[in-house]
């Protein structure tokens, strides 16, 4: 059951980010392409976790990676905001 929700948030993220792509690209507001970037990470994590947790459970341990994508994603949305507020 974990294993669907795992993909799902990820395929939710990945469409999300397409749509705010789409949004960028007809009217070319730079915070759409700010959050896209964002939720385009957030899918990569959401698809890492699904990695380290259902195909590798016991080999490898990718939480730290994983962590560090999503800081990284979020951060991305920090950055995008507060250039945009300028």
Do not use: K
């Amino acid at each position: 059951m974990a294993e669907s929700v795992y993909i799902l948030c990820a395929l939710t993220a990945i469409a999300c980010s397409v749509l705010l792509l789409r949004g960028y690209l007809a009217g070319r507001s730079r915070l759409l392409f700010w959050s896209s970037l964002c939720f385009a990470g957030l899918a990569l994590n959401n698809i890492l976790l699904f990695v380290d947790l259902v195909i590798i459970p016991t080999s490898h341990d990718l939480s730290l990676v994983r962590n560090a994508l999503a800081l990284a994603a979020v951060l991305i949305l920090v950055f995008g905001l507060v250039w945009e507020s300028q």
